[in-house]
C-alpha cells in the first residue's frame, strides 16, 4: 500500500474497549443498595456492643456508600459528569458563602445523580426486581424481630444510644416512654392501623419508623410499576407489613397518592408536575403567614401547621440557602431543602427531575408516583434525603429510565 494513502481501520479497532465494570455492575448494584439499607443498623449493632461509634463514623459509612456507588455509576458520557460537577460546585459555593463547614446540601446533591445513573448503568428490570424484593424482605425479617422478640433485640440494637453517639440526639432528650427505641417509636396515642398491636412502632434497620413507613410506599411504588415482576405478590405483601409495623400513617396515605399518580396522574402535562412542589411550598407559605395558631398536635392537621410555621420562620439569607446559623428543619422538608439547596438549586433539581427525557416511555409512570411521594413527604419530613432510603428510589429511577420498553 502506498505510504501516503491512509490505511482503513479494522473493525475491532473501530469499537471502544469493553468496561472492565461492567460484569460487575449488578453485584455493587445490590451491595451498594443493601449497604446503603443496613449501615445504620450496622453501626448501632457495633456502638450497643461496646464499639464506640461517632458522627464521623456514620459520615465515613455515608462517603464509602457513595464513593463505591460513584465508581460504577459514571462512565465516558459527558452528561451526567456535567451535571454533578455543575450541582457540588453549586452546594460547595454555598457551603462557603454560609461560612459553616456543613456539607450535607452537597451530599443531598451527590446522592441522586449516582444512584440514578447507577440504575442506568445497569437498566435490567429483573435484576432490580430482585433486588428491590431482596431489600424488602430484609426490612421485613428484621422489623418481625424487633416486634416479636423485643427482650432480645434492645440487647443488641440500643437506638437511642447509637443517635446520642453520633450526636443526632442529646441525652436530655431520653424518655423512659420510648426506652431504648427512637423519639418516635412508640405511639404516645392511639394506635392508627391495627390498634390490637399496641403502641410500639417498629423501625426495622432503619431505626426510627418514619423511614420504615416511607420505605414501605417505595416498595408498594415498585410493585405496581412492575405489572409482569415475578414474586410481585410478595413485594406487595412486604410494603403492606412495613407500613402496618411501623403504624406509618402518612406512609398509608401516600401509597394511594402514588396509586393515582401511576393509573392517571401520568397523562399530565410536566409543567404541572414542574409546578406541583412549588405550589405547595406558596401554600404552605401563606398559611404560615395567615394562621393565628401557634400550638400543634402530632395529627395530620397539626403536622400541616407545624411545617407551614418552620417555612415561614426562615429569614430571607435561609430562603437562598446562605443562612449561617443551623436551625432544626428536620420536620419541615421543604423548609430544610431552602435551607440547604436555596430557591435556585430546588428549581434546577427539580426541572432536571421532571424535565428529563426518558429512553423508556414507561419510566414516566414510575417517575410520576416518586414525584408525588417526594412533594408530599417533603411537607413533613426532610427524609427523602436519607440515603437509607433514597438510595433505592434513586436506582429505581434509573433502572425504569434506561430500560428498554415491555411488550
Request: glycine letters at 2%; a positive charge; hydrophobic letters at 60%.
Given at each position: 500500500m502506498t505510504a501516503g494513502m491512509p490505511q482503513a481501520a479494522s473493525p475491532a479497532a473501530a469499537l471502544p474497549a469493553a468496561d472492565w465494570r461492567a460484569p460487575y455492575q449488578g453485584r455493587v448494584a445490590l451491595v451498594v443498595l443493601t449497604g446503603a439499607l443496613v449501615f445504620n443498623a450496622v453501626l448501632c449493632f457495633l456502638n450497643t456492643a461496646g464499639f464506640p461509634v461517632s458522627g464521623g463514623t456514620v459520615m465515613g459509612a455515608e462517603v464509602a456508600i457513595i464513593a463505591l456507588t460513584l465508581g460504577f455509576a459514571l462512565d465516558e458520557r459527558p452528561g451526567p459528569w456535567l451535571v454533578l460537577a455543575g450541582l457540588v460546585t453549586y452546594g460547595l459555593l454555598l457551603v462557603t458563602l454560609r461560612g459553616n463547614p456543613d456539607v450535607k446540601g452537597v451530599r443531598d446533591f451527590l446522592i441522586p445523580v449516582v444512584f440514578y445513573n447507577l440504575g442506568m448503568r445497569a437498566p435490567d428490570l429483573r435484576s432490580a426486581d430482585r433486588a428491590v424484593l431482596a431489600s424488602g424482605v430484609i426490612v421485613v425479617v428484621m422489623g418481625l424481630f424487633e416486634y416479636g422478640l423485643f427482650d432480645i433485640y434492645q440487647q443488641y440494637f440500643n437506638i437511642v444510644r447509637y443517635y446520642v453517639a453520633r450526636g443526632s440526639m442529646s441525652a436530655a432528650e431520653i424518655s423512659e416512654l420510648t426506652g431504648s427505641l427512637f423519639t418516635s417509636g412508640i405511639r404516645p396515642d392511639s394506635r392508627t392501623i391495627l390498634p390490637f398491636l399496641g403502641p410500639h412502632r417498629v423501625s426495622s434497620v432503619f431505626l426510627e419508623p418514619v423511614s420504615a413507613g416511607n420505605f414501605g410506599a417505595v416498595l408498594f411504588a415498585w410493585a405496581l410499576y412492575r405489572r409482569?415482576?415475578?414474586?410481585?405478590?410478595?413485594?406487595?405483601?412486604?410494603?403492606?407489613?412495613?407500613?402496618?409495623?411501623?403504624?406509618?400513617?402518612f406512609g398509608a396515605y401516600v401509597c394511594v397518592a402514588i396509586a393515582g399518580a401511576m393509573l392517571v396522574g401520568y397523562r399530565l402535562p410536566r409543567l404541572l408536575w414542574f409546578a406541583l412542589p412549588f405550589t405547595i411550598l406558596l401554600a404552605l407559605t401563606v398559611y404560615g403567614f395567615e394562621s393565628l395558631q401557634t400550638s400543634w398536635q402530632n395529627d395530620m392537621a397539626g403536622r400541616l401547621l407545624w411545617a407551614a410555621l418552620l417555612v415561614t420562620s426562615l429569614p430571607p439569607e435561609g430562603v437562598w440557602g446562605i443562612m449561617p446559623d443551623k436551625m432544626f428543619l428536620s420536620d419541615s422538608g421543604y423548609a430544610y431543602t431552602l435551607s440547604q439547596l436555596g430557591v435556585a438549586g430546588a428549581l434546577v433539581a427539580w426541572g432536571l427531575f421532571v424535565l428529563m427525557p426518558a429512553r423508556n416511555p414507561d419510566g414516566w409512570r414510575l417517575r410520576c408516583a416518586?414525584?408525588?411521594?417526594?412533594?408530599?413527604?417533603?411537607?413533613?419530613?426532610?427524609?427523602?434525603?436519607?440515603?437509607?432510603?433514597?438510595?433505592?428510589?434513586w436506582f429505581m429511577l434509573g433502572v425504569a429510565d434506561g430500560a428498554e420498553p415491555e411488550a
Open positions: 409482569t415482576m415475578r414474586g410481585r405478590a410478595w413485594l406487595f405483601l412486604c410494603a403492606a407489613v412495613t407500613i402496618i409495623l411501623a403504624d406509618a400513617r416518586m414525584a408525588i411521594y417526594l412533594c408530599l413527604l417533603l411537607v413533613i419530613s426532610d427524609s427523602p434525603y436519607s440515603i437509607k432510603t433514597a438510595a433505592l428510589v
